[in-house]
């Protein structure tokens, strides 16, 4: 059994079963996002799961849960975009753009809070696995070991 753990607290990155994510509210869901808007810059992407996860509170998680990507992206998904990574740190974008190799920036976001989701859900994910498809890329090898640190600094291995 794989258990989503933030290796900093041992706290799970996970949203208590106890938690209904029947009602979103909105406007506790935009007090997160100016949270998140005066905070640090996180330095890499499990850097900036675990920021959210800092800052979140259990209907920011509901929503990050039940928004589509379209929803999370034209409000959340724009603000990392463009305050993590556009006016962020050189080690976020060197991961992003260098590592992994991504080739737009709107794709940053999108791969940060679906990492993120994926923590939420408590979906035994293999980062690599999930988001490497071309496996006879010249760069498969370089993007699966950052994919595997990435999973490496956000996860353990439970028995």
């Known amino acids: 059994m794989i258990l989503f753990s933030n290796c ?5 990155i996970k949203l208590d079963d106890s938690v ?10 935009e ?15 499990s850097d900036a799961i675990r920021l959210l996860d800092s800052l979140a509170d259990d209907n920011f998680r509901c929503a ?20 993590w990574v556009r006016h962020g740190t050189d080690s976020i974008r060197y ?8 080739s737009h920036i709107d794709y940053t976001s ?8 994926q923590c939420l859900i408590n979906k035994d994910v293999d980062l690599a696995k999930r988001y490497l498809k071309d496996n006879t890329d010249s760069l498969f090898t370089m993007k699966e070991k950052e994919f595997k640190t990435i999973q490496k600094d956000l996860f353990f291995l439970s028995p």
Do not use: H, M, W
């Not at 900093?8 to 799970?12: E, R």
């Not at 209904?20 to 869901?29: L, P």
């Not at 990050?64 to 305050?83: A, V, W």
């Not at 999108?110 to 990492?115: R, T, W």
């Open 64 to 83: 990050i849960i039940k928004y589509s990507d379209k929803d999370l992206y034209f409000s959340l998904g724009l603000l990392i975009r463009n305050q």
């Open 8 to 12: 900093n607290s041992n706290k799970s």
């Open 20 to 29: 209904k994510c029947d009602f979103i509210d909105t406007d506790k869901f």
């Open 31 to 45: 007090k997160v996002e100016k949270k998140i808007s005066a905070s640090r810059k996180p330095n890499s992407i």
């Open 95 to 102: 991961q992003l753009f260098y590592k992994l190799r991504l």
């Open 110 to 117: 999108g791969l940060i809070l679906d990492i993120y989701k």
